[in-house]
């Protein structure tokens, strides 16, 4: 296996900056997740590492090695696709085996490979059958196994659920996460679901137009978002925004005019910010409460109630708010469409965003979060 590196990696289509000035250490053995919304520049990204674009600019290092003029044949990496890209005529086997074959390695160490292959995947009494002959779990599972038999030093995985329903999706992430468990491979997957990114990686790398907006652990991101667009991806339903305006600050709190003529101070380090500044607070759904002693209450009505069993979730108009405000509730909760309602806002639950993006440190540490 193999660790990855990318030094001030620019991808230009033209005149159009595709990637731009990414900096990223891929640690040997890690799972890395490549998240962001479509035309963020991920999939281009994972190209680049393969080998099936070019660098504009940059280096490219896998192990010690600088790649960037090397085939993708010679990388020692594999890559799993959006599509299956089976061949119908062929087995399970021969489709596992067919790179191999090209390469001309021995017909042993092809059956050693794809029968091995074949265990770690559940595919043994599968290597039979044609590609039409099996479900679409088994069929991707067939692609990653082709990709196993290469022995690559990095794995590739180009968004390979996309094409599975739901319950699929939910199976194949817990197959693929348990299969890098097993190899102690080097991953990179790469993901507009942001559900896949927060379970599956051991490092997420969120990616904001061309750029890598915040590097780092799964629930880091979720609590500790360094600019609104990673607060507004991650998490699931998104998190909340308010648009205010800074009453005072300091390095240890900062005082908010909120809409309704309130007022709330956040532990939050403001040393950056001045009097009268436009600021965002945002604040999750599950952090609202009504409860809670210290909390901040604002009044509004209800719009939609999601019910989801486990759950409910409540949007709300909320007067001087635009746009809908989503809480999320215990899924006993008889609140009806239509309903007057209070809820509060925690100041230590809160972030507050400058008008560039950037997040204000907050001071509030989560409770048993291994950061």
Known sequence: MASVTLRNVYKRFGDAEVTRNVNLDIQDGEFVVFVGPSGCGKSTLLRMIAGLEDISEGD???????????????????????????????????????????????????????NDAARLLQLDNLLQRKPKDLSGGQRQRVAIGRTIVREPAVFLFDEPLSNLDASLRVQMRIEISGLHKRLGATMIYVTHDQVEAMTMADKIVALDNGAIAQVGKPLELYHYPATRFVAGFIGSPKMNFIDCDVVAANSQEVTVNLPGAMQMTLPINGSALSEGEAVTLGIRPEHFSSRDQGAVAIQGTVNVVERLGYQTLVHLDIEGIDGIITMRTEGTNPVQEGDAVAIGIKPEMCHLFRQDGTACPRLFKEPCVDL
């Open 60 to 114: 490219l290092y896998i192990g010690q090695e600088r790649v960037n003029d090397k085939p993708p044949k010679d990388r020692e990496v594999g890559m799993v696709f959006q599509s299956y890209a089976l061949y119908p005529h062929m087995d399970v086997a021969e489709n596992m085996a067919f790179g191999l074959k090209l390469a001309s390695v021995k017909k042993g160490e092809i059956d050693r490979r794809v």
